[in-house]
């Protein structure tokens, strides 16, 4: 037997160089496992870049957006009130907010909650009667104030974008137009407690007046230079919107502090809706007011 010196010698595996892939045509089994393994490595992939930093499911996507301060989030409130610029681009500057367009519809939401609990409560004051606030009146605030100022401008801004072709506004500057511009609302509704009926309406009429001013001035130029033309049309849907928005706020919480749901319960008033038989200018506690007005 010879020797053998195994001390400067190297053993080399006897397996195959490079890439060790199955044969996948081979076997089903194997290449299911394969593919479940991409799947979840693309899975994997997509959550680490929406979770990173800038990624949309990251906290920091959207911290820029609630970077202002409450003195620019009033000047952006008081520049609806009188319309004159390019709001987006004089007044935004490029910098659009969340806070003010959840802010400003927050506030007119317990705006009319507030004005309307407060003329019924005056009202069972002067009559000797007992009063209890009405929460239902709130929920009806939240759903016709959020619907409006909310969830309309996303609808707005897929129609800008899709079907009039347009795509120089993004859905935050859309929603800051609506938001902002339910500034007026909130005067309005303060001052439908001044119990003098056409006082109130006016209001009521100048606040309608100036906000919808305020939304085609913004929202036309757009429409007017979009690739589809047809699309121009979508100013007087609009419109028609906003001035729904209206009557739903006058009819149902203002009116002088005499809105569809005080001292109603809303099953009984979407009863007469229904029927037909909804009377627009009826005066709730018509002695009570005159006696409030005497006084």
């Known amino acids: 037997m010879g020797w053998v010196d195994f001390?400067?010698?190297?053993?080399?595996?006897?397996?195959?160089?490079?890439?060790?892939?199955?044969?996948?045509?081979?076997?089903p089994?194997?290449?299911?496992?394969?593919?479940?393994?991409?799947?979840?490595?693309?899975?994997?992939?997509?959550?680490?870049?929406?979770?990173?930093?800038?990624?949309?499911?990251?906290?920091?996507?959207?911290?820029?957006?609630?970077?202002?301060?409450?003195?620019?989030?009033?000047?952006?409130?008081?520049?609806?009130?009188l319309p004159r610029e390019d709001y987006v681009g004089e007044v935004l500057e490029g910098?659009?907010?969340?806070?003010?367009?959840?802010w400003?519809?927050?506030?007119?939401?317990?705006?009319l909650f507030l004005t309307s609990s407060l003329y019924t409560s005056i009202a069972a004051y002067l009559d000797d009667a007992a009063y209890s606030y009405d929460?239902?009146?709130?929920?009806?605030?939240?759903?016709?104030?959020?619907?409006?100022?909310?969830?309309?401008?996303?609808?707005?801004?897929?129609?800008?974008?899709?079907?009039?072709g347009a795509s120089d506004r993004s859905p935050v500057e859309i929603l800051?137009?609506?938001?902002?511009?339910?500034?007026?609302?909130?005067?309005?509704?303060?001052?439908?407690?001044?119990?003098?009926?056409?006082?109130?309406?006016?209001?009521?009429?100048?606040?309608?007046?100036?906000?919808?001013?305020?939304?085609?001035?913004?929202?036309?130029?757009?429409?007017?230079t979009a690739p589809n033309v047809s699309a121009r049309i979508l100013i007087v849907v609009l419109a028609a919107l906003h001035l729904v928005f209206a009557v739903a706020v006058w009819w149902g919480f203002l009116k002088g502090g005499r809105g569809a749901l005080v001292d109603r319960d809303l099953k009984d008033v979407a009863g007469e809706i229904g029927s037909g038989l909804g009377q627009i200018g009826s005066d709730v506690g018509g002695e009570v007011l005159r006696r409030w007005r005497a006084a």
């Open 7 to 27: 001390g400067t010698g190297s053993i080399q595996p006897d397996v195959p160089l490079g890439r060790i892939s199955p044969n996948l045509s081979s076997s």
């Open 29 to 81: 089994h194997a290449r299911a496992t394969h593919d479940l393994y991409s799947a979840e490595q693309r899975l994997g992939s997509s959550i680490d870049g929406a979770t990173k930093s800038g990624g949309v499911l990251n906290l920091d996507f959207y911290s820029a957006w609630f970077d202002v301060n409450t003195a620019k989030v009033l000047e952006r409130c008081y520049r609806t009130l």
């Open 95 to 102: 910098a659009p907010d969340l806070y003010g367009p959840f």
């Open 104 to 111: 400003v519809p927050t506030t007119l939401v317990f705006s």
């Open 135 to 164: 929460f239902t009146r709130l929920g009806a605030a939240t759903s016709v104030v959020y619907t409006y100022c909310l969830g309309v401008p996303l609808l707005v801004w897929l129609a800008i974008k899709y079907w009039a």
């Open 176 to 224: 800051s137009l609506y938001g902002y511009s339910a500034t007026v609302w909130i005067v309005v509704a303060w001052l439908s407690l001044i119990p003098v009926s056409l006082v109130s309406g006016v209001c009521a009429l100048v606040g309608t007046l100036l906000s919808l001013s305020f939304l085609v001035r913004n929202l036309y130029p757009i429409l007017a």
